[in-house]
């Protein structure tokens, strides 16, 4: 686990790179869902030095991510975003860095954006003491949770379902499973699950590119919950990057929940917080 002082600065082009990622990931993931066919109508649209997505409607991945941090936005991308989100019966949402151009916020504004929520990024070099620390978490003592990568079909689709069950405290419905399936057979990413005593209990997901390590999928079965499951995957996951090559890893969550809690656990740093801002599809009057 790094040292505070370890830590680099955040910066706007530690910021970006971030954003950058994350904007990539979701690329990749909606070519992903449309050529595996769960979403086969799955679009990017890339604006403001960022890009807006539509999976399906209603989907609660639709939105839009990194806009305004390689520069000023114009008010007519706004308005273009705008009308992609109209063109697919959905209001327009966006994910805004606090580190983005002050244009964006301008223009978010001017038509109307309100917030409706927030997300804490956080993020972690990856030195060695990382992969020495934490360890690969195969469940050495009695008891402890075991980590495997799930490399088959088969494998796949239990953690799908895993994931979809701890996400939704164990009641998800047919749009929850169909979302989990279409991250579970992206052939970009790295499914983990993790097992108590031989039972299935978690998951987590890893995504690799240009030296960053992108966590996402966590999920723990309620019945499983507070055995140490996901700080095992964690783990896990950080040996596995740091093995790779990377040198950072990025995680979000709500914040001030059990996830971002068991994230500073495990060594991450709060780097900022993103507003996700909607803006009404009819104006109010």
Same mark, same amino acid.
């Given at each position: 686990?790094?040292?505070?002082?370890?830590?680099?600065?955040?910066?706007?082009?530690?910021?970006?790179?971030?954003?950058?990622?994350?904007?990539?990931?979701?690329?990749?993931?909606?070519? &992903?869902?449309?050529?595996?066919?769960?979403?086969?109508? %799955?679009?990017?649209?890339?604006?403001?030095?960022?890009?807006?997505?539509?999976?399906?409607?209603?989907?609660?991945?639709?939105?839009?991510?990194?806009?305004?941090?390689?520069?000023?936005?114009?008010?007519? &991308?706004?308005?273009?975003?705008?009308?992609?989100?109209?063109?697919?019966?959905?209001?327009?949402?966006?994910?805004?860095?606090?580190? @983005?151009? $002050?244009?964006?916020?301008?223009?978010? +504004?001017?038509?109307?954006?309100?917030?409706?929520?927030?997300?804490?990024?956080?993020?972690?070099? /990856?030195?060695?003491?990382?992969?020495?620390?934490?360890?690969?978490? &195969?469940?050495?003592?009695?008891?402890?949770?075991?980590?495997?990568?799930?490399?088959? *079909? %088969?494998?796949?689709?239990?953690?799908?379902?895993?994931?979809?069950?701890?996400?939704?405290?164990?009641?998800?419905?047919?749009?929850?499973?169909?979302? @989990?399936?279409?991250?579970? /057979?992206?052939?970009?990413?790295?499914?983990?699950?993790?097992? =108590?005593?031989?039972? !299935?209990?978690?998951?987590?997901?890893?995504?690799?590119?240009?030296?960053? +390590?992108?966590?996402?999928?966590?999920?723990?079965?309620? *019945?499983? #919950?507070?055995?140490? =499951?996901?700080?095992?995957?964690?783990?896990?996951?950080?040996?596995?990057?740091?093995?790779?090559?990377?040198?950072? %890893?990025?995680?979000?969550?709500? $914040?001030?929940?059990?996830? &971002?809690?068991?994230?500073? #656990?495990?060594?991450?740093?709060?780097?900022?917080?993103?507003?996700? /801002?909607? #803006?009404?599809?009819? !104006?109010?009057?």
């Amino acid at each position: 686990m790094s040292a505070v002082s370890d830590f680099p600065l955040v910066t706007l082009d530690l910021a970006r790179r971030i954003e950058r990622m994350g904007v990539d990931d979701l690329a990749a993931y909606a070519a &992903e869902a449309r050529a595996s066919g769960i979403y086969p109508d %799955a679009t990017t649209f890339r604006i403001g030095g960022g890009a807006a997505y539509w999976y399906s409607p209603g989907n609660i991945v639709n939105g839009s991510f990194g806009l305004g941090m390689s520069g000023p936005v114009e008010q007519e &991308e706004i308005a273009a975003l705008i009308a992609f989100f109209e063109d697919h019966g959905e209001s327009a949402s966006v994910n805004v860095c606090p580190y @983005a151009d $002050p244009s964006l916020r301008r223009w978010l +504004a001017e038509y109307g954006f309100v917030a409706t929520d927030f997300e804490t990024v956080l993020y972690q070099p /990856l030195c060695r003491e990382v992969a020495e620390k934490c360890g690969a978490a &195969e469940g050495g003592a009695e008891g402890a949770p075991a980590v495997r990568l799930a490399s088959t *079909a %088969a494998e796949r689709e239990l953690w799908a379902t895993l994931e979809a069950r701890g996400f939704t405290d164990d009641v998800a419905d047919d749009a929850g499973h169909v979302l @989990a399936r279409a991250i579970a /057979l992206r052939t970009d990413s790295l499914p983990f699950i993790g097992s =108590v005593d031989g039972e !299935p209990a978690g998951t987590g997901m890893l995504v690799i590119k240009d030296g960053v +390590a992108m966590f996402n999928g966590d999920s723990t079965l309620p *019945a499983m #919950r507070g055995r140490g =499951v996901q700080t095992a995957i964690l783990a896990h996951r950080l040996a596995y990057a740091r093995e790779a090559g990377c040198d950072l %890893a990025v995680i979000e969550a709500s $914040p001030g929940g059990i996830s &971002e809690r068991n994230q500073q #656990r495990a060594g991450f740093r709060v780097a900022y917080t993103r507003v996700s /801002l909607e #803006r009404a599809r009819t !104006p109010l009057s």
